[in-house]
């Protein structure tokens, strides 16, 4: 719940980094294939007795072997946090911006028997296709010793982001000349805005002791989630009249031209003269809450569980 609705709870544990009291700076180049280039550095370092702070830095840049696909990364992390004896606040901040060209891919077309009908490096998306993504992450955190017995840490985590995408969509394999080989791929045309808001709130509590001659540990906590998301959502569906025309040389200006299979016809298509169709305006609110408790009996020989979720 911590990360978001899409998130996979239980599958991972996503760890930022915190800023360090001991000095500590690194600088990192990237190069690979497909025009791969980019870098990182990150400094951290102790800003007084019980402060310190942190700076990191992220580029990427490269193509793929699809046609039309290539990213680019741009992330920057910061994180403050201040030690107050028994509990230690720490504040991060974390932009990302991520630039996809024609990423949306849906496979390359095969025949019954799987075989290829074009080269691996086909795509469906033109060069005008996108997706692109911005996104605000600010997490609070506190953490620390209640008693000798009893420790805890919360979080406190909001999201803010946006990703706007604009991508074709293969609907139609068509055999142009009738010879009983697919040739053209007949496209439908997305045009998606989604912005969303997240928080979420989590507190856990940790005791240890004694119970019954046995160590008893026992967790305790609670989870608050609240998210909305406003989308605009966009598209030209795949018509039959698009393919005639483009047979007959007679082509419109706002048609979705068919892509040929080989030596693909990018280009030819005019996106900004699609007739696209916008449905209402959604808006979709979450809210999540939960609360949980563990406790653990230990003895020499065995231990003891419950657990109780809410």
Known sequence: MLYGAGAPGGLFNYVTKKPQSEF???????????????????????????????????????????????????????????????????????????????????????????????????????????????????????????TSSMSYDTKLRYIDNEQAQNYHEPRALIDSDGDGAIDLVGREFRDQLREQEQISFAANFVYEGTLFNANQRTAFGVDLYKGTED???????????????????????????????????????????YDVNFRAPRTTEQVRNGAYVLNELAWDKFTLVTQRAL
């Open 231 to 273: 989308a605009l959502l966009g598209g030209t569906a795949f018509s039959a009249d698009f393919v005639e025309r483009y047979l007959a040389g007679t082509s419109l200006d706002s048609d979705i031209i068919p892509l040929r299979l080989t030596s693909p016809n990018y280009g030819e298509s005019q996106p900004g003269n």
């Open 24 to 146: 500590s700076a690194n600088a990192r180049a990237i190069a690979g294939s497909h025009s791969r280039t980019g870098g990182s550095g990150e400094i951290t370092s102790a800003l007084s007795d019980n402060q310190n702070g942190r700076l990191g830095v992220f580029y990427e840049e490269q193509d793929t072997y699809r046609d039309n696909s290539a990213s680019e990364v741009f992330i920057f992390d910061s994180g403050y946090s201040y030690d107050l004896n028994n509990h230690l606040f720490t504040a991060q901040y974390t932009h990302y911006s991520q630039d996809l060209d024609g990423n949306r891919l849906r496979g390359v077309p095969t025949d019954d028997a799987g075989n290829f009908l074009t080269d691996r490096s086909w795509n469906h998306n033109e060069a005008s296709d996108f997706l692109n993504l911005r996104s605000d992450v600010v997490q609070l955190s506190l953490e620390g010793q209640v």
